[in-house]
């Protein structure tokens, strides 16, 4: 046990269908302007005809450990949490936009109000011990808040013998988002 | 029958200026970066000209009671006076203008953008005092008490604040590059030969512009600085578009994605911009026209050459911060 926080997700794309309730759930709670989203949901299709292969994704802001947005703000205004996740203090955000050149997953946005926003993992419900708005609307289990620094059973199981995978890991920033594969085979 | 694999992504994000690509910055950046380039380059050009008079006797006749010529006067002036308008549209672009003054409450070493609002803050004392030096004579007429104070304390060492200045001219030509290179995100930035092409093309067009303002007989000096400038740039854009195409996809794809993009930029192609408008009417012509104006051939508007040169180096940071957002994100 750790007593450091880690946060991340984990993200199972066996069961997600697509259906963007974790957007609709995140704007709401999060006040986010219209025309905007901190989460999205990604269909990706491969392969070749007839042998297609489908995945449904919600993606966000990845909680970098090693945050590129955080490396080039000039203002610390994006800063790591203590928690693990990446936040932005908005009233020490200029809008210069390093951070949002610096994301290699374009995971933000200029809020109309002046300030560059995006995903904060709902740190002001996981401080009241609540799950993110997205996770406790997933109606299929697709979405899950993890500690990665304790992880519980439960998620040790989940992705336990199961292709996982984080993106652009090449990037070297140390995604705190993890995917299980659409590709695992049914009962894996 | 031939198949073919498919791998398409169809996503809900909305965000505007950020898909279908990025399009944070727009002509205020470009801008900005043209007038620091050319800041820069001035301050080159006038340290390097004020130390080789005083040090090896070599340039355009002074002006008397320790002025330099009249173009190294002017461009003193110019010098910081366009890196402040420059510094205005970077204001202007900022999403929360009123909170500038974040920049200045914290030194982030790791970030480009708050080593280069301090390096910025440096420029200006030493530039200014510059100017004030060269150009003593006149403000000694206007008397206020201060300047005179000033100059006195300072006028006995004008080429040492000379060889620094020279130094911080190149360090701002090379920022203005390199502030981009820092995004490994953008293919197209991720290079650090970007830092010495702005450079370059900053001197270069500092040089031009010292050709339009200076009287007829100091002009050769800034015609032959300018050439050369000019075919340093030509080598340096040689090595940057070499280095793209034989990078990494990311590399490679970024950088077709510039000399032989599509992508329309104010009526014309991405392609047709570069190697018409940025290499043929603003390095190849002005350099064939100098080359011929040097060898003694009269040529009727001997202001065209740098002309094109500033242009052209206008054109070339408009072309690098957009094609450098309409291409895909680092993958
Ligand atoms: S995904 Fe982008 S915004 Fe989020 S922490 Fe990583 S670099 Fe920063
Ligand atoms: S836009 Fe705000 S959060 Fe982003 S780098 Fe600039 S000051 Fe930092």
Known sequence: MSNKKNYGMVIDT????????CVYACKQENHVPEGYCRDWVVQET?????????????????????????????????????DGTVQINRS????????????????????????????????????????????????????????????????????SGKVVYRQKEHAGTEPGLQWISASNKHGA | ???????????????????????????????????????????????????????????????????????????????????????LFLFLDLAHPLYVWAFYTTIQPTSPMSAGSWILLAFFPLAILQAMLVNKRQLRSFNIEPVNKVIDWTENHMTIVALVNAHIGVGIGIYTGILLSFFSARPLWSSSILGMLFLVSGISAAAALMLLLAPKDEKPVYSMIDANAIWIEIM????????????????????????????????????????????GAGLVVPLLLEFLEAAGVHIKFPNVAPVMVLLGGLVLRFLIVFAGQTYHTFM
């Open chain 1, 92 to 159: 020490l955000c200029t809008g210069c936009k390093a951070c949002m050149a610096a994301c290699p997953y374009d995971a933000r946005y200029v809020h109309p109000e002046g300030y560059v926003d995006k995903c904060s993992l709902c740190k002001h419900r996981i401080e009241q011990g609540l799950e993110t708005a997205c996770v406790s609307i997933c109606p299929t289990g697709s979405l899950h808040l993890v500690d990665f620094n304790n992880m519980d059973q439960k998620t040790k199981t989940l992705l």
């Open chain 2, 1 to 87: 029958m031939l198949a073919t694999a498919v791998n398409e992504i169809v996503s809900t994000k909305l965000n505007p200026n950020v898909v279908p690509h990025l399009h944070i910055w727009e002509w205020h950046i470009p801008l900005y970066l043209f007038l620091g380039g050319i800041a820069g380059g001035l301050l080159v050009i006038t340290s390097i000209m004020i130390v080789l008079k005083r040090k090896f006797g070599i340039g355009p006749r002074d002006q008397g009671d320790g002025c330099p010529c009249l173009a190294v006067r002017i461009g003193s002036i110019l010098s910081p006076t366009l890196l402040g308008i420059g510094m």
């Open chain 1, 46 to 82: 491969g392969g070749e005809y007839p042998k297609l292969t489908m995945e449904n994704r919600s993606e966000r802001c990845q909680h970098c450990e090693n945050a590129p947005c955080v490396t080039y703000c000039p203002t610390r205004a994006s800063h790591y949490a203590e």
């Open chain 2, 236 to 279: 340096t854009v040689g090595l940057f578009v070499l280095g793209g195409l034989t990078g990494s996809a990311n590399t490679h794809g970024a950088m077709m994605h510039l000399v032989t993009g599509d992508v329309n930029l104010a009526g014309m192609s991405y392609m047709f911009w570069f190697w018409g408008i940025f290499v």
């Open chain 1, 14 to 21: 066996r069961v997600c269908v697509g259906c963007s309730a």
